[in-house]
T-cell receptor
């Protein structure tokens, strides 16, 4: 099955700086790569996703890049704000039953 | 439109007891999923369903059972609770790839 590794496990950044989280996956058949944000005591919420026919996608301060050859994808958050503090999960999956395999998560802390 | 709802929010069980975690979605999604989340371990898929009457095992199904009699509901059953089942349980649903999660049920087995 699919195996997703996520780094780093914790990330502390100064407000206004950028944060980068990286993930690798093992199954070359995976073609859908979402990122979820989880705030304390809540369920994961989708913040951005990318499909295999696209190399980069942006949505305001967040962007995701995908390198299918190297089987890795990354989340970039620019101009970080205190409300960006949360746990972020990457995931990988494919068509059909739409199952996802998740990374272990990155705890991001934005220091004021 | 409430999305995905889960009950209860928190439960304490004694070893050997049974319980059902409820999950309901009002988005008419065919696909539904149950995950457990342990500290530092991400989300692990327990069971999933591609439509009413169809269920299949995920990565960690042992000790759990599911049923899917309607499109809206996907209950998760624990028959003989064990301390290893202490976790936070999330239900999700999707129309296609994008999964939408409920708020979770925190379960403590003592």
């Amino acid at each position: 099955g699919e195996n997703v590794e996520q780094h780093p496990s914790t990330l502390s950044v100064q407000e206004g700086d950028s944060a980068v989280i990286k993930c690798t996956y093992s199954d070359s058949a995976s073609n859908y790569f979402p990122w979820y944000k989880q705030e304390l005591g809540k369920g994961p919420q989708l913040i951005i996703d990318i499909r295999s026919n696209v190399g980069e996608k942006k949505d305001q301060r967040i962007a995701v890049t995908l390198n299918k050859t190297a089987k890795h994808f990354s989340l970039h958050i620019t101009e970080t704000q205190p409300e960006d503090s949360a746990v972020y999960f990457c995931a990988a999956g494919g068509f059909g039953d739409y199952k996802l395999s998740f990374g272990a998560g990155t705890t991001v802390t934005v220091r004021a | 439109n409430a999305g995905v709802t889960q009950t209860p929010k928190f439960r304490i069980l004694k070893i050997g007891q049974s319980m059902t975690l409820q999950c309901t979605q009002d988005m008419n999604h065919n696909y539904m999923y149950w995950y457990r989340q342990d500290p530092g371990m991400g989300l692990k898929l327990i069971y999933y369903s591609v439509g009413a009457g169809i269920t299949d095992k995920g990565e960690v199904p042992n000790g759990y059972n599911v049923s899917r009699s309607t499109t809206e509901d996907f209950p998760l059953r624990l028959e003989l609770a064990a301390p290893s089942q202490t976790s936070v349980y999330f239900c999700a649903s999707s129309l296609e790839e994008t999964q939408y999660f409920g708020p979770g049920t925190r379960l403590l087995v003592l």
